[in-house]
């Protein structure tokens, strides 16, 4: 009896255990795993009025989708061609709907087809995935307009096109000129966005246009040569037509023209400037004392002229600044301020770690006035002296040395007092910088040779993955462009055809019709590594 009774309490238990260990395994299996990613984007299933709607009217359109959407960066996706003077009133912005309302604030122009491009701005709600480039067309009139224009935007120096680059295509009418795309928005417009360089404008109705690129740093649709790139097509646009085109995107020199000048040290003046500053000459109109001496000297790898002066107390100063090549004249009132003042400061472009073929210089702040070479010296690793030149670079403000480098070197440079003087009579402190190079094994060798479409003279440049310049070779005929002593890395190389042959790249001006000179890159990064002899053979195809 009693076996019996406990063995009912063990089948009771095992029974209350199975029964718990079932529902825990069914709780499992009905716990909520969030499924399959969505992956979908947003399906346009209705629009009001219709989408490729004919005799418009009204200022309202609804786009119903089947699923939440929200919009993200709208200001920067969409495109709306021809421009509005005023952007529509879009809503949701910074919420959720199935539906997007857009209200538009201008009015329309007769027998024109309007079209909206929104880009990527119109995701779902929970994964974010977009509608990619969703276009909604209406006309004025009683027909769409159905031609279009493809082609394709670079830029003309760097490997890499920027992002954004509207492409705008004019109509050439009767108040059509070459001023128009500097005044006015253009008659149709699409955007490269942030994903291709091809473009595709569509819904253009025939005619001759001019055709154009910007990068319209201030999003208002003209051209602002200060801040903006521009490309363009020199010849007339015929639609409708079968040519793809291509836009070299390029920024112009400026225009000249002056900055405010203001006290940036008590010793100091800067003349910030636009375009080429080379005929600018700086004159006091205010009677200096006698004792004041002032020298103008043009800023390191800035658009700004200094104009250094023996401090002294004034309230203000009048200046003009005269660009005697194009004969301008423009007068300021510089105001004193409580500045500090600029002191002599040599700076070395290098430090540590010095590479083959690399220029070593010593730059100063403030204008270099003599150098005494008796009191520089450098030594090498066993404290033997180096035998050196110096150059005093007046333009740049440097003292720049010539010495042959040795692998697996140390070098110390000294600089006694009164080794350098500057304009205001001060000199250098006891100073020294250290010079090391590494093993000839360290480095890679690059021998490049150029062949196919090739004009001479042309520069062959070695940069940096990022575009950033490294070495460069000028040649007016056949040649091996031959680059040691590399620091392991990834190298591009670029080929500039010097039409000018002024030993320099020039870019383009759309007034002028001036395109950029041509520039092609080598089609491989080339990954140089230590100790590697590599040889490439670039083929110019056009």
């Known amino acids: 009896?009693?076996?019996?009774?406990?063995?009912?309490?063990?089948?009771?238990?095992?029974?209350?255990?199975?029964?718990?260990?079932?529902?825990?395994?069914?709780?499992k299996r009905g716990s909520p795993t969030g499924g399959p990613k969505d992956v979908q984007p947003p399906v346009l299933i209705k629009a009001e009025p219709e989408n490729m709607t004919v005799n418009f009217e009204g200022n309202k359109i609804r786009l119903y989708f089947d699923e939440y959407i929200k919009l993200e960066k709208l200001q920067e996706q969409l495109i709306v061609s021809p421009p509005l003077k005023y952007l529509p009133q879009i809503t949701p912005q910074g919420g959720t709907a199935k539906l997007v309302e857009i209200i538009l604030k201008d009015t329309l122009k007769e027998n024109t087809t309007y079209t909206l491009n929104f880009g990527q701005s119109i995701v779902d709600n929970n994964e974010g995935n977009p509608n990619s480039f969703l276009t909604y067309v209406f006309s004025t009139g009683s027909y769409i307009d159905s031609l279009q224009l493809q082609g394709a935007v670079k830029d003309a120096f760097n490997n890499e096109p920027d992002e954004f680059i509207s492409v705008m295509l004019y109509d050439i009418d009767s108040t059509y000129n070459d001023s128009t795309v500097y005044r006015r928005p253009p008659n149709y417009i699409t955007n490269t966005l942030?994903?291709?360089?091809?473009?595709?404008?569509?819904?253009?109705?025939?005619?001759?246009?001019?055709?154009?690129?910007?990068?319209?740093?201030?999003?208002?649709?003209?051209?602002?040569?200060?801040?903006?790139?521009?490309?363009?097509?020199?010849?007339?646009?015929?639609?409708?037509?079968?040519?793809?085109?291509?836009?070299?995107?390029?920024?112009?020199?400026?225009?000249y023209s002056v900055s405010v000048p203001s006290f940036a040290a008590k010793n100091k003046i800067i003349f910030g400037y636009y375009g080429e500053g080379r005929d600018m000459v700086i004159a006091p109109l205010t009677p200096l004392p006698d004792s004041v001496r002032t020298t103008v000297l043009k800023e390191r790898d800035k658009d700004s002229l200094n104009f250094w002066l023996t401090p002294y107390e004034a309230d203000s100063i009048i200046f003009t600044v005269m660009n005697q090549k194009l004969n301008l004249i423009d007068t300021f009132t510089v105001k004193t301020r409580k500045v500090g003042i600029d002191s002599l400061v040599p700076i070395p472009n290098f430090r540590g770690t010095f590479g083959f073929g690399e220029p070593f210089h010593i730059a100063v702040n403030t204008p270099i006035a003599e150098m005494d070479t008796t009191r520089f010296e450098m030594i090498d690793k066993d404290s033997l002296a180096v035998t050196f030149g110096l150059q005093l670079d007046s333009a740049g403000n440097k003292v720049d040395f010539d010495f042959a480098v040795e692998p697996n070197q140390k070098y110390n440079i000294a600089l006694y007092p009164g080794a350098i003087t500057d304009f205001f009579g001060e000199t250098n402190d006891t100073l020294s910088y250290m010079l090391t190079t590494k093993s000839l094994a360290d480095y890679g060798n690059l021998r490049m040779t150029v062949v196919g479409k090739v004009s001479y003279?042309?520069?062959?440049?070695?940069?940096?993955?990022?575009?950033?310049?490294?070495?460069?070779?000028?040649?007016?005929?056949?040649?091996?462009?031959?680059?040691?002593?590399?620091?392991?890395?990834?190298?591009?190389?670029?080929?500039?055809?010097?039409?000018?042959?002024?030993?320099?790249?020039?870019?383009?001006?759309?007034?002028?019709?001036?395109?950029?000179?041509?520039?092609?890159?080598?089609?491989?990064?080339?990954?140089?590594?230590?100790?590697?002899?590599?040889?490439e053979t670039f083929t110019i195809l056009d």
Request: glycine fraction near 4%.
């Open 1 to 27: 009896m009693k076996c019996t009774i406990m063995l009912k309490r063990i089948l009771a238990g095992l029974f209350l255990f199975f029964i718990s260990f079932a529902l825990l395994q069914c709780a």
């Open 194 to 255: 942030d994903s291709a360089v091809i473009f595709s404008l569509k819904n253009i109705k025939e005619g001759n246009y001019a055709l154009f690129a910007i990068k319209d740093v201030a999003k208002n649709n003209f051209f602002d040569q200060n801040t903006d790139k521009i490309g363009f097509i020199t010849d007339t646009v015929s639609l409708p037509t079968d040519s793809i085109y291509l836009l070299n995107l390029f920024k112009e020199i400026p225009n």
């Open 457 to 535: 003279p042309l520069i062959v440049q070695l940069t940096d993955d990022k575009g950033k310049e490294k070495r460069e070779i000028y040649a007016q005929e056949t040649k091996v462009f031959e680059f040691n002593n590399l620091e392991p890395g990834k190298y591009l190389v670029r080929v500039i055809f010097d039409a000018n042959e002024n030993k320099k790249w020039d870019t383009g001006n759309y007034l002028q019709r001036m395109q950029p000179e041509k520039v092609s890159y080598y089609p491989k990064v080339i990954d140089m590594r230590a100790n590697w002899e590599v040889n």
